[in-house]
T-cell receptor, first 111, second 112 residues
Framework: AQSVSQHNHHVILSEAASLELGCNYS??????LFWYVQYPGQHLQLLLK??????LVKGIKGFEAEFIKSKFSFNLRKPSVQWSDTAEYFC?????????FGAGTTVTVRA | GAGVSQSPSNKVTEKGKDVELRCDPI?????LYWYRQSLGQGLEFLIY????????KSGLPSDRFSAERTGGSVSTLTIQRTQQEDSAVYLC??????????FGDGTRLSIL
């Protein structure tokens, strides 16, 4: 069975700081990788995805993620966060249809 | 266009009662999924529908849980004889072919 590990439970940072959230997964075969975001009071939304091709993928709102196959990692980055990036972020992996999620990282951005 | 719609948004019920949770997927999405989000357990897969059939029910936690989908559209998740450990947010998602899943707002279920 797949497992997804997110290293940080809660991250607190100031506006304009850089953000990096770690994600590692256990499955060794071909996988599709996702980052979802859940803003306060809203549903889960897709931030970005990796299926194949360029391992550096760009998503919405200035987020990007890099797939490093040798490290089984898919870390999320944003060079300069805004207060509106305050949310919970979930890494997810699938090799077929069902998503396996990490525990989530709560990001709090202070103005 | 309309997203995934779930109802009710909140449900409070007494232990031992049955509950039905509804999901209306995005029109044209053939695949439908139920997940559960609870404290300490994170987001867990429950069941997957392709059309009206459920080829994977492996995530249903007990035989008190069942789900059906009719007309390739609306799905109902039923929990019988609810227990306090059933308290969670139940999320529905839908997708078209192998495209990413789109999630609804969820139903927050509280068992007293």
């Amino acid at each position: 069975a797949q497992s997804v590990s997110q290293h940080n439970h809660h991250v607190i940072l100031s506006e304009a700081a850089s953000l990096e959230l770690g994600c590692n997964y256990s499955y060794g075969g071909t996988v599709n990788l996702f980052w979802y975001v859940q803003y306060p009071g809203q549903h889960l939304q897709l931030l970005l995805k990796y299926f194949s091709g360029d391992p550096l993928v760009k998503g919405i709102k200035g987020f990007e993620a890099e797939f490093i196959k040798s490290k089984f990692s898919f870390n999320l980055r944003k060079p300069s966060v805004q207060w509106s990036d305050t949310a919970e972020y979930f890494c997810a992996v699938t090799d077929d249809y069902k998503l396996s999620f990490g525990a989530g990282t709560t990001v709090t951005v202070r103005a | 266009g309309a997203g995934v719609s779930q109802s009710p948004s909140n449900k409070v019920t007494e232990k031992g009662k049955d509950v039905e949770l509804r999901c209306d997927p995005i029109s044209g999405h053939t695949a439908l999924y139920w997940y559960r989000q609870s404290l300490g357990q994170g987001l867990e897969f429950l069941i997957y529908f392709q059309g009206n059939s459920a080829p994977d029910k492996s995530g249903l936690p007990s035989d008190r849980f069942s789900a059906e989908r009719t007309g390739g559209s609306v799905s109902t998740l039923t929990i019988q004889r609810t227990q306090q450990e059933d308290s969670a947010v139940y999320l529905c998602a839908s997708s078209f072919l192998d495209q990413p899943q789109h999630f609804g707002d969820g139903t927050r279920l509280s068992i007293l």
